[in-house]
């Protein structure tokens, strides 16, 4: 019966708003979730953040790691060597937000389509493709991403941070919450744990 009410209540939450925001999508999501004691199907995360904004299939990889273009990059991808610059948003696997490159601000209501224009607070992540620096599943995901392009990415958490988080690849938050939800993550020890992170990249040389 939770299951159905919970089912029910995403198809309702569609049905009467439409174009509900990306987070608000997931929210709902994420409440019903709690209502099943379950984190979201990853197909659930694939099709919810984005509704009819991606321009590709959700691509998976042999890690493990999973991603799918939101919007098309231009000029030459980014290959091992490469300097990438990527603005970034992280969320839990629930859907809920932790932190992002605009602090705590969330990417915005367009169906996970990254703000640049207007936005005069941000710190972008920069790294160089290859060296270790960015997170194993989110280094591999971004092969390929032009500048400009928009990815989600579903990083299991063996390929994401490591403790201490202060010597761990990134990006690693500054703020103490942003940091503790990441440590409470890593400490489940679950095997199908991940976070999901919407990155836009602002270079690629």
Known sequence: ??????????????????????RAVLDVAASSAAVLGTRPALAEVEQLAAPGKSVGAMQKLKS????????????????????????WVLRRSNGYFVTSSFGQVAS??????????????????????????????????????????VRRIVVPTRLSYTQPL??????????????????????KMDPENFFVLEVEAANVR
Do not use: W
Request: hydrophobic share 35%; with cysteine.
């Open 108 to 149: 915005g209501p367009d169906a996970g389509i990254l703000k640049l224009s207007g936005t005069s607070v941000n710190d972008p992540f920069l790294f160089t493709v290859g060296s270790g620096a960015a997170l194993p599943g989110l280094e591999e995901a971004v092969l390929g991403i032009k500048k400009g392009g």
């Open 64 to 87: 493990g790691v999973r991603y799918i273009d939101l919007k098309e990059g231009s000029g030459a991808g980014a290959s091992s060597g490469s300097r990438v610059s990527l603005q």
């Open 1 to 22: 019966m939770h299951r159905l009410f919970a089912c029910a209540s995403l198809a309702a939450a569609m049905r009467v708003q439409p174009h509900l925001s990306r």
């Open 166 to 187: 202060k010597s761990s690849p990134g990006p690693v938050p500054e703020d103490y919450g942003a940091r503790r939800q990441i440590e409470r993550e890593l400490a």
